[in-house]
């Protein structure tokens, strides 16, 4: 009996440092990947001159295989900046990479976005001359006009690209429609007011208007003139979204963000409440809230 309890205790011992040391791997994410991802996306959005861009990118790819031959690139985030890393490559050796990387990551946590895995495999098949399978990829022309690279809509099924967090083909077509579209700001730039421009929606069918009237695009709208300082202005393309969409959460919760900043407490609190009653789950309103109650 003796024996048995000692390999008992044993035994749950080792499992216990095997349980700990797989915790510990998950958390040990590599600071020098996060670094490296981080300065990626920094090139990007401070908008550097493209050829400096393209030799920082060939210095962290350089040193992403540096990474991997050494064994120090082991986590999913790990593997997932690797992948992003590469996915700024110009190439379908970068791409192909990438798309490697992707998948091993998502092997290793199952709960990563698929959405980047489509984004990646799309553009992997793009740059090999094959058709992209899930449509994620689009090119504008001199002409302003927008298309949907060329697409194999056989390889997979509409589900597939549900699972990936993808637009069905049909959610596609009406996409690629509202992207060829007028957009609002052409009439701001004809001198039109924000006034006129809310009557002028008001009249319009959402469905068949010339101009790009989606729930997201409005917010878009919304947030570039709040960053222009032109918040009353703002505050009427929210509000007007919010009645476009009653039954979004996202639309109130903004209308709500924009209320706050005008110092309009009362009612940025009606608006973000309405928002966490169309999505109970949403983690900002929630927030928000209890900051302001």
Known sequence: MRKIFLLTVIIGFILCNSTN???QDKVNDNQELIK???SDQADRTNHIDRSIRQKNDSIREARVYELLDSNKVRSSTDYENAALIF????DSVAYGMAVKLMKKSMELDSTKNKWLLAVITDRYLLSINKPQIYGTQYKRLENNVVLREELDSTKITDAERIEHGVETLAEQRWKLKNLN???LTELLDEGKPIDEIVLFVKNEDVLTSQYDLRETWFNHF???LMNQGKKEDALKIFKLNTE?????SNTFDSYGECLLKLGDKENAIKAYKKSLELNPKNQNAKRVLSELE
Do not use: Q
Not at 87 to 90: K, L, T, Y
């Open 21 to 23: 040391s797989i915790a």
């Open 36 to 38: 490296m991802f981080n």
């Open 87 to 90: 996915h700024h490559g110009e």
């Open 181 to 183: 579209r007028k957009k």
């Open 222 to 224: 919304g947030y570039n």
């Open 244 to 248: 476009l969409y009653p039954n979004s």
